[in-house]
């Protein structure tokens, strides 16, 4: 079974920056692509960011272009998400997902970690 585990999430004001991570467990971590997720209250997930399997490529949501970075390491079978200059509209449940193509959308990704909250104070 997939299992994915986010950390790194927390409150922090306006401006700051947060590093989350994603580890992943019992599965070929780097045959699958990976993405950033996230849910703000009462509203539909959206996409944040992508990252090729071997992390040549990337995609990031307009909203968040500029301000974070995907990366990965697979030796150690882990993303991240760097933000930057994080806004009061980051506030969210960030959700690490695998999938077997870089996708913008969710319906594509095959295995979901439980998210991790950034809260981003004004």
């Known amino acids: 079974q997939v299992e994915l585990v986010e950390s790194g999430g927390g409150l922090v004001q306006a401006g700051g920056s947060l590093r989350l991570s994603c580890a992943a467990s019992r599965y070929t971590f780097s045959a699958n692509t990976m993405g950033w997720f996230r849910q703000a209250p009462g509203k539909e997930r959206e996409f944040v960011a992508c990252?090729?399997?071997?992390?040549?490529?990337?995609i990031y949501a307009d909203s968040v272009k500029g301000r974070a970075t995907i990366s990965r390491d697979n030796a150690k079978n882990t993303v991240y998400l760097q933000m930057n200059s994080l806004k009061p509209e980051d506030t969210a449940v960030y959700y690490c997902?695998?999938?077997?193509?870089?996708?913008?959308?969710?319906?594509?990704?095959?295995?979901w970690g439980k998210g991790t909250l950034v809260n981003v104070s004004s």
């Open positions: 997902s695998a999938g077997p193509r870089l996708s913008t959308l969710a319906g594509s990704m095959s295995y």
């Open positions: 990252i090729s399997r071997g992390g040549g490529s990337t």
